[in-house]
T-cell receptor
């Protein structure tokens, strides 16, 4: 079975500060890992994904994440937060076939001016 | 390209009623997945359709059923609605064996 744990339901940072959103996963097969962003009253938008190969993946809007198998982690980072980054972020894991994606509970990011 | 479109955007139903939600996948996509997102929670996988067949199912009761049509569009049906079925229902489309899913904006279902 697969599962995802996002550490911290709320994270608050100042504009220009580092963003770090934590995600740990559990999977009995090599996982595919994703980060999605959700703005109020909207669907989910894919930020980045890891399937195979390079463990540091870069996504849209300056975000990146590193797959660390030994730590079963896939933390999301951005060097400098913008006000427009304020949203809900979801980490997700799926099996390689992509048949079923399991989402974490989400982390709401607040950006202070 | 219109992306994934869902209808209706909002819906209010009474406990015990039945509801049908609709999803048109992104152009060229043949796989449709449905998710339930309760307030303050992450999306929960309901089921996935490919080639008009349910391929995978999450931990949801049989009151939740679906259908995929030859044009790849899909419906989610929920019978005997409960107050706890109130949620945002998201549809995601993808290409077979491709992990990148595109989500619609969802249907907000309120059961009163």
């Amino acid at each position: 079975a697969q599962s995802v744990t996002q550490l911290g339901s709320h994270v608050s940072v100042s504009e220009g500060a580092l963003v770090l959103l934590r995600c740990n996963y559990s999977s009995s097969v090599p996982p595919y890992l994703f980060w999605y962003v959700q703005y109020p009253n909207q669907g989910l938008q894919l930020l980045l994904k890891y399937t195979t190969g390079a463990t540091l993946v870069k996504g849209i809007n300056g975000f990146e994440a590193e797959f660390k198998k030994s730590e079963t982690s896939f933390h999301l980072t951005k060097p400098s937060a913008h006000m427009s980054d304020a949203a809900e972020y979801f980490c997700a894991v799926s099996d390689p076939g992509g048949f079923k994606t399991i989402f974490g509970a989400g982390t709401r990011l607040f950006v202070k001016a | 390209d219109a992306g994934v479109t869902q209808s209706p955007t909002h819906l209010i139903k009474t406990r015990g009623q039945q509801v049908t939600l609709r999803c048109s996948p992104k152009s060229g996509h043949d796989t449709v997945s449905w998710y339930q997102q309760a307030l303050g929670q992450g999306p929960q996988f309901i089921f996935q359709y490919y080639e008009e067949e349910e391929r995978q199912r999450g931990n949801f009761p049989d009151r939740f059923s679906g259908h995929q049509f030859p044009n790849y569009s899909s419906e989610l049906n929920v019978n005997a609605l409960l107050l706890g079925d109130s949620a945002l229902y998201l549809c995601a489309s993808s290409l077979e064996m491709n992990t990148e899913a595109f989500f619609g904006q969802g249907t907000r279902l309120t059961v009163v």
